[in-house]
């Protein structure tokens, strides 16, 4: 994949930097539908023909902490939604550290979903990044968290790992209430399901879509 940012916002997405403006817009899920991780493996089976890859979703942030808790929520509607495939792991980490340098071992691709900060968009857009273009923002368009995918990948080198790494976020209103409050500001609670549906077709796109559950609300 190409260096650039996808953002969108209202259940659309666009290509290019914020600071380059829109392009047209295309759906978000065009191709289809502080601790130990929990991980929810899927029974649903790979997808035929050809090599599988393996896919690890990490689901990033705290709970406790309102908007931050945003990667939380999203493996929480994940969970009750929808089935993974048997290559498909869902992770919710907590913050990323060290301890999943295993991951990258394990993991042909790694999918990041997280709270993001200073990109001048209306809470709730979504933005779609190549690890290392996000780590060149610093602070603006960055994750919240002092850990990003690219940190990882690039110590996983040196261990002689290697996968492929997407970071999915969103930006998000008040990460860092007074207090500790659990929940998600308005706009972002909002926009929750447009995040959802964004990770879902990611999944699809990469040839391993998630089968939404009998009964599922969505």
């Known amino acids: 994949m190409g260096m650039g940012e996808e953002h969108a916002a209202g259940g659309a997405v666009a290509t290019g930097a914020p600071e380059d403006g829109l392009l ?11 601790g130990s991780a929990q991980v929810r493996g899927g029974a649903a089976g790979a997808p035929e023909g050809g090599a599988v890859r393996r896919i690890g979703v990490f689901c990033v942030g705290n709970k406790l902490m ?7 929520a999203v493996y929480e509607e994940l969970v009750e939604r929808y089935e993974a495939p048997g290559n498909v792991e869902l992770f919710d980490v907590g913050c990323l550290s060290m301890d999943m340098l295993p991951y990258v071992r394990d993991f042909d691709v790694l999918l990041t979903v997280d ?30 968290h002092d850990l990003k995918l690219v940190d990882l990948f690039d110590a996983a080198t040196l261990l002689g790992y290697e996968a492929e790494g997407l970071c999915l976020g969103m930006q998000v209103e008040n990460p860092s209430p007074a207090v500790v409050t659990v929940g998600l ?34």
């Not at 309102?66 to 939380?72: A, I, R, S």
């Not at 857009?125 to 273009?133: G, I, L, M």
């Not at 996000?134 to 602070?139: E, F």
């Open 185 to 218: 500001t308005p706009k972002v609670a909002a926009a929750l399901p447009l995040l959802v549906e964004t990770v879902a077709g990611e999944l699809a796109r990469l040839g391993s879509p998630l089968v939404p559950r009998a009964g599922a609300a969505g």
């Open 66 to 72: 309102l908007d931050d808790g945003l990667g939380t």
């Open 24 to 34: 047209p817009d295309e759906r978000a899920a065009a191709s289809a539908s502080e």
């Open 115 to 144: 709270a993001i900060d200073g990109t001048d968009a209306e809470p709730g857009t979504v933005f779609r990044f190549e690890p290392d273009a996000m780590a060149r923002h610093s602070g603006a368009t960055a994750s919240l």
